[in-house]
């Protein structure tokens, strides 16, 4: 909490800054990995310690988190792995990264474009994968299916 709390008057801005409502809790708790990624990077011992306790204490639930998110697909990036963007009735922007084949994926590596600015429902599990950058572990939102509407 020190470390967090040191930088605690910069959280308001913040949330301003990335156009966040306070009362969004999928964007809020994205804001919070933001700013533990950047506790990670600063070293902060005691931000460390406090994560290393929390994931022991999640790791007795091993159940596997499954759903669905439908809105228009916005874009797909291409970095390490492809990300399908999708945007939805909130305007807020939700990313999905493309691991592994899933049924009908063939369409999305011949001609990705022409999905763009569709409707689509994109089934999705969450995984837990380290990234190496931030040097711990994420959960991320893994395609299984996309259908357009």
Request: hydrophobic share 40%.
């Amino acid at each position: 909490m020190d470390c967090f709390g040191k930088q605690a008057a910069l959280l308001i801005p913040l949330t301003q800054e990335r156009k966040v409502e306070i009362t969004d809790q999928t964007a809020m708790r994205q804001l919070g990995m933001d700013i533990g990624k950047n506790l990670l990077n600063q070293n902060c011992e005691s931000f460390l310690k406090l994560s290393m306790a929390l994931v022991k204490s999640d790791s007795s639930d091993d159940a596997e988190l499954s759903s669905a998110s439908t809105g228009v697909l916005k874009r797909i990036d291409t970095k390490d792995f492809n990300y399908f963007i999708l945007t939805g009735s909130d305007n807020k922007e939700k990313s999905f990264i493309w691991l592994r084949q899933f049924p009908g994926s063939e369409k999305y590596i011949s001609n990705p474009k022409a999905f763009i600015g569709k409707s689509v429902t994109i089934d999705w599990k969450e995984i837990e994968v380290f990234i190496p950058a931030a040097k711990s572990y994420f959960k991320l939102k893994e395609v299984t299916g996309i259908t357009v509407k």
